[in-house]
């Protein structure tokens, strides 16, 4: 069996791999009608008007045609979600500093894993449990979850073939239950499935309590049967987790072979990419250090 790939640095290529351009293909992507369906977004929005987004340029609108399958209006549909969230949310990224997030990583809440499943997907791995909230607000998951799924969205691989979730909610207590209200649901939802140019292709449930049962009632509304077909239980049986997503792309905690990785790795290797620097500053986060 091949070792996997560890690397905590993002791959921002635009050339695809073959193995990726086949899947690219599949959903849409033809070298002959791409500069085209491009165009059409583009002069769709200047257009219809509903949204400005602060960028228009090829590379920028391809990340929303390919979470749509080329499909452009769905692509625009999603791009002004992208920018009502983003309006309606100014609290989560403008003046945001992701380099002062080290606490996520620190209390074991987010991890990205520096390598990708045996699909090619990006994996995050959500350890609800450990979340204290009268230490640490839901929004400062939010404003991590919004700087991952940004930076997530550069990579062109990502792009194609998305990424999973794992929520590990061992642990989660009625003490957590209040801070889930059907905002923070929606908001969940939005962020995870309906108004960002990434795929979340699945989320997987494990080590659930009875207490799911309560915190689950409240995103179940906003859930369409499509969302639904794309949530895992598993319990503690790691077996189920592994059809789903191979042993050898898992932490030990779950039946796999890799070691954790803090979410701070990946947020110390952003102030070393000028692209993902500019890119972040764009949207109005904070990369430079606090003034002393």
């Known amino acids: ?25 599949k959903q849409g992507e033809d070298p002959g009608t791409k500069c085209e369906l491009i165009q059409q977004l ?31 209006g769905l692509a625009y549909k999603l791009l002004c979600r992208y920018c009502e969230f983003r309006e309606a949310n100014r609290e989560l990224h403008e003046k945001v500093r992701p380099l002062d997030m080290t606490i996520l990583g620190e209390e074991d809440i987010i991890q990205v894993t520096p390598y990708r499943d045996q699909l090619g997907r990006r994996i995050s791995i959500y350890t609800i449990g450990n ?44 003490n957590h239950v209040p ?71 898992l932490p030990i905690r779950y039946g796999g072979c890799n070691p954790d990785y803090p979410y701070s790795l990946w947020i110390e290797n952003l102030a070393k990419n000028e692209k993902v620097i500019k890119e972040l500053e764009q949207l109005g986060y904070v990369l430079d250090s606090k003034e002393t």
């Open 1 to 25: 069996m091949p070792a996997i790939e560890i690397s905590h640095e993002l791959e921002l290529n635009p050339e695809l791999p073959d193995d990726i351009m086949k899947i690219a293909a």
């Open 42 to 72: 583009r002069d769709m929005i200047y257009e219809k008007g509903e949204c400005t987004p602060h960028r228009t340029d090829d590379e920028y609108l391809i990340k929303f045609l390919r979470a749509r399958f080329w499909r452009v």
């Open 131 to 174: 979340w204290k909230p009268n230490k640490l607000s839901i929004d400062e998951i939010f404003k991590a979850t919004l700087i991952m799924l940004e930076i997530g969205s550069l990579e062109p691989t990502t792009q194609v073939v998305g990424g999973v979730g794992v929520f590990d909610l061992r642990g989660l207590s009625f």
């Open 179 to 249: 801070r889930l209200t059907p905002s923070v649901a929606q908001k969940m939802i939005s962020l995870m499935v309906t108004s960002m140019p990434t795929r979340t292709t699945a989320l997987h449930i494990v080590n659930q309590n009875w207490v799911f049962n309560a915190a689950f009632q409240i995103f179940k509304p906003f859930l369409s049967s499509r969302m639904r077909e794309k949530i895992f239980v598993h319990g503690s049986d790691m077996s189920s987790l592994h059809k789903h997503i191979h042993p050898e792309h």
